[in-house]
């Protein structure tokens, strides 16, 4: 059974980094695509970037200047950085698993919630 789960600080100070990290069991990060989305408290859910084969990183326009995602094969994980962050960065993230990266994602963590405040 793949498992996966998110951690990190639940709280981060505007302009400073968020940082997460997705520990990935029962399946390794590359031999599928693995992904960062983050849904906005009353929004909907919002591709952040993927990491394909654990090598390979693609991101949404809209962030693409902010963020880096990065894996570990040794360790099966995979990183999320975003810089610069503000209040409208607060929201739960994810980190979630598209077996092909085309057939929408099959196995979510549970979310962790990052609030950026001071």
């Known amino acids: 059974q793949v498992q996966v789960q998110e951690s990190g600080p639940g709280l981060v100070k505007p302009s400073q980094t968020l940082s997460l990290t997705c520990t990935v069991s029962g399946d390794s990060i590359t031999t599928d695509y693995w992904s960062w989305i983050r849904q906005p408290p009353g929004k909907g859910l919002e591709w952040m970037g993927t990491?394909?084969?654990?090598?390979?990183?693609y991101y949404s326009p809209t962030l693409k200047s902010r963020t880096s995602i990065s894996g570990d094969s040794s360790k099966n994980q995979f990183t999320l950085q975003l810089s610069s962050v503000t209040p409208e960065d607060t929201a739960v993230y994810y980190c979630?698993?598209?077996?092909?990266?085309?057939?929408?994602?099959?196995?979510w963590g549970q979310g962790t919630q990052v609030t950026v405040s001071s």
């Open positions: 990491i394909a084969y654990g090598d390979t990183m």
């Open positions: 979630a698993r598209d077996p092909h990266g085309w057939e929408g994602h099959d196995y």
